[in-house]
């Protein structure tokens, strides 16, 4: 059994014994007192049932307390209204738990009614209102922090969704930034191949498949990651043929670590993009991924570009600025993006975030599935 309150609970065997330490407190006070100054001492029993009597009524009372301060509470800025209301309850609560314990006593007392009342008034009057403004005090406390803790999740929970609002945001941007550059590729080829513009077309179609199907989270694995990149490489080695020598190295202990979804392709389409997109002759574009010291750390090289001097190691564009603000918004300064020069050609895109593994089945889609990434192995 629960007794409620305000807003907490609290067992019944743990609430009768809090209120039994403070009788057998009071009662012992009491008998003291008189041990030093009364002129008699009575029986520890006959203090411990006059204090039980008083504390227990209490007890019974404390939660009709905490419902008349809930219905009428003391707010800042402190009004002569409200504390005269609570000063005339304390008053009617503390005349009702003396006239109880009044007429509990007189079961135990040889006296009537009249007179354990005016013993009670005597001995209890100052003690009750005080218990009912501690009663109060305490009530006001536990509401402020069951407020302060509801006001803390709310704020958590709207800056969660904030961040989430966010990273959709960032999501959607890539999406049709990556659907338009492709279709592109397609229109390119449409009059030189027209068969390897029909493939690059169910490769797109099963691609943007899988994204409806499986992007509803933030996060999927490596493993689903290198998968969906396997077919956007297939359509960019439709689209430049032998130009593009694309390769993925995947360390077998790091398929499993969570990744943000859509991290790779903007990243190696920015590879692609810098490379063979702008200069002539072939590129070799690597994709490397690696658990390290308690962080994934995934490259992106390619060896046909640059970096301009004086530009800035954190990179530019909407494939990257949108990769680092999702890395961001997902992990703060545990994850990191940059940019490094190749010697004696090329450029490095490094990713380091923290390595956590994801539970996930391994599909993409009703069709055929990508070839998995094995560790270790390169896939051309």
């Known amino acids: 059994m629960q007794i409620q309150l305000g807003d907490t609970s609290i067992g019944l065997g743990r609430y009768l014994t809090l209120w039994s330490v403070v009788a057998l407190a009071f009662a012992v006070q009491h008998m003291l007192f008189d041990a030093v100054v009364g002129p008699e001492v009575w029986s520890p029993f006959d203090y411990l049932r006059w204090s039980l009597i008083q504390w227990f009524t209490w007890a019974a009372l404390a939660p009709w307390v905490f419902r008349l301060s809930a219905r009428h509470p003391i707010r ?49 009057a100052a003690t009750g209102l005080l218990t009912y403004w501690a009663l109060l005090a305490i009530q006001h406390s536990l509401h402020f ?28 941007q890539l999406q049709p930034h990556f659907l338009f550059n492709t279709l592109h590729a397609i229109v390119t080829l449409l009059d030189e191949d027209q068969r390897s513009a029909e493939d690059m077309l169910l490769r797109l179609s099963e691609l943007l498949r899988a994204f409806l199907e ?64 702008r200069r002539v002759g072939a590129d070799r574009v690597e994709i490397e991924c690696r658990r390290e010291d308690g962080e994934l750390r995934i490259e992106v090289r390619n060896h046909n570009s640059e970096l301009v001097p004086g530009e800035s190691a954190q990179g530019h564009g909407i494939g990257l600025s949108n990769t680092r603000l999702r890395l961001r918004e997902l992990y703060g300064e545990r994850a990191q993006l940059r940019l490094d020069a190749l010697w004696p050609q090329g450029v490095a895109c490094r990713i380091a975030l923290p390595a956590r593994d994801i539970d996930e089945e391994v599909e993409i889609a009703d069709g055929e599935a990508a070839p998995p990434a094995d560790a270790g192995a390169a896939r051309a």
Request: include cysteine; charge should be neutral; proline fraction near 4%.
């Open 214 to 277: 499986d992007y509803d989270g933030q996060e999927i694995s490596l493993r689903r990651e290198l998968d969906l990149l396997e077919l956007y490489l297939g359509i960019q080695r439709k689209r430049f043929q032998d130009r593009l020598d694309a390769r993925i190295y995947a360390d077998p202990e790091a398929l499993d670590c969570a990744v943000p979804s859509l991290l790779l392709q903007p990243l190696v389409e920015n590879a692609i993009r810098h490379g063979i997109g």
């Open 76 to 124: 800042p800025p402190l009004r002569l209204r409200g504390l005269g209301r609570q000063a005339l309850l304390s008053v009617g609560v503390t005349a009702l738990a003396l006239a109880i314990g009044s007429a509990v006593s007189t079961l135990f007392e040889p006296s009537g009614f009249a007179q354990q009342l005016v013993y009670f008034v005597g001995q209890h």
């Open 145 to 172: 922090r069951a407020e302060q803790s509801r006001r803390e999740l709310e704020a958590s929970r709207l800056a969660r969704e904030l961040a989430q609002s966010r990273l959709q945001v960032l999501k959607t």
